[in-house]
């Protein structure tokens, strides 16, 4: 049984950060690209950042490239989202996803 479980999220103010992850069980967790996605109230996912099965390729949304740095350790079938200077916009459940799972998400709340 796959499982994607994210943790981390957090209320925080505009300008912190924010380091969620996510922890993969029931698959070979190096063979995946893992990605994040988020969703607002109201809005439709939308895709934040990617990884590759190593972790020597990542891609960014422009909304978030320069504040945001995604990385993996495929030891621990883990993902992380570091999150910097962050802003009201980007409040919203986050959620890690291995091309075919999606984990339950996490939320982020960022006040102004």
């Known amino acids: 049984q796959v499982q994607l479980v994210e943790s981390g999220g957090g209320l925080v103010q505009a300008g912190g950060s924010l380091r969620p992850s996510c922890s993969a069980s029931g698959i070979t967790f190096s063979n995946y690209f893992m990605g994040w996605f988020r969703q607002a109230p109201g809005k439709e996912r939308e895709f934040v950042a990617a990884i590759s099965w190593s972790g020597g390729n990542t891609y960014y949304a422009d909304s978030v490239k320069g504040r945001f740095t995604m990385s993996r350790d495929n030891a621990k079938n883990t993902v992380y989202l570091q999150m910097d200077n962050l802003k009201p916009g980007d409040t919203a459940v986050y959620y890690c996803?291995?091309?075919?799972?999606w984990g339950q998400g996490t939320q982020v709340t960022v006040s102004s």
């Open positions: 996803h291995n091309g075919a799972n």
